[in-house]
């Protein structure tokens, strides 16, 4: 089985604070996700990767930046936490191009709390 | 760009009662697939069942199928046999094929109780 795999479940930042939140897959999937969850709104992407360095914005990427240096790791990056970022943040990955490819795998989620 | 919506934000039944979730979509795509997703409590989300738009045979996983009204842009999910571990959050989602690693769309979620 697919494991993705998120460093931390919870953590409590201080505003202004830079947070990193990481995130490891194990099955040489190309595609890589940042997803936040949030009540009432679903999950919302901030941020993809399908390649090495590669990424693209998602649909609410202000305030988050990302990195994948190595195909098996995204990190996604808070340079100045705010309150407003107080969310439950997902990671996700997917293989690409094949028959059965796109459904996604999802770590178990990493709750941030800013103070 | 898609929307996908889901219009009971919660719902309650009791054990071993069949439930249906609703989902519609809206999409200009004749070709996608759909999904529901279920998070369980303080657990991480899995998939639960998958449909190609292109295949007119309604997907069926054990307990869990669904209602694919492609006309009506219509993806309910019906469990049968409810038990208290279907006790979660479920999401309805829809990705355009050949769209790009973002082309999937998440409506907001029914949270479904099962009650013994």
């Known amino acids: 089985d697919v494991k993705v795999t998120q460093s931390s479940r919870y953590l409590v930042k201080r505003t202004g604070e830079k947070v990193f939140l990481e995130c490891v897959q194990d099955m040489d999937h190309e595609n890589m996700f940042w997803y936040r969850q949030d009540p009432g709104l679903g999950l919302r992407l901030i941020y993809f990767?399908?390649?090495?360095?590669?990424?693209e914005k998602g649909d609410i990427p202000e305030g988050y930046s990302v990195s994948r240096e190595k195909k098996e790791r995204f990190s996604l990056i808070l340079e100045s936490a705010s309150t407003n970022q107080t969310s439950m943040y997902l990671c996700?990955?997917?293989?690409?191009?094949?028959?059965?490819?796109?459904?996604?795998?999802f770590g178990a989620g990493s709750r941030l709390t800013v103070l | 760009a898609q929307t996908v919506t889901q219009s009971q934000p919660e719902m309650s039944v009791q054990e071993a009662e069949t439930v249906t979730l609703s989902c519609t979509y809206d999409?200009?795509?004749?070709?996608?697939?759909l999904f529901w997703y279920k998070q369980p409590p303080s657990r991480q989300m899995i998939l639960v069942i998958r449909q190609e738009a292109y295949k007119q045979q309604n997907a069926t996983e054990n307990r869990f199928s669904v209602n694919f009204q492609k006309a009506a842009k219509s993806f309910s999910l019906k469990i049968s046999d409810s038990q208290l571990g279907d006790t979660a959050m479920y999401f309805c989602?829809?990705?355009?094929?050949?769209?790009?690693?973002?082309?999937?769309?998440f409506g907001k979620g029914t949270h479904l109780i099962i009650q013994p």
């Open positions: 999409t200009s795509e004749s070709n996608y697939y």
């Open positions: 990767s399908y390649d090495v360095k590669m990424k």
């Open positions: 996700a990955s997917s293989l690409w191009g094949r028959a059965g490819a796109n459904v996604l795998t």
């Open positions: 989602a829809f990705m355009k094929i050949g769209g790009g690693a973002d082309g999937l769309t």
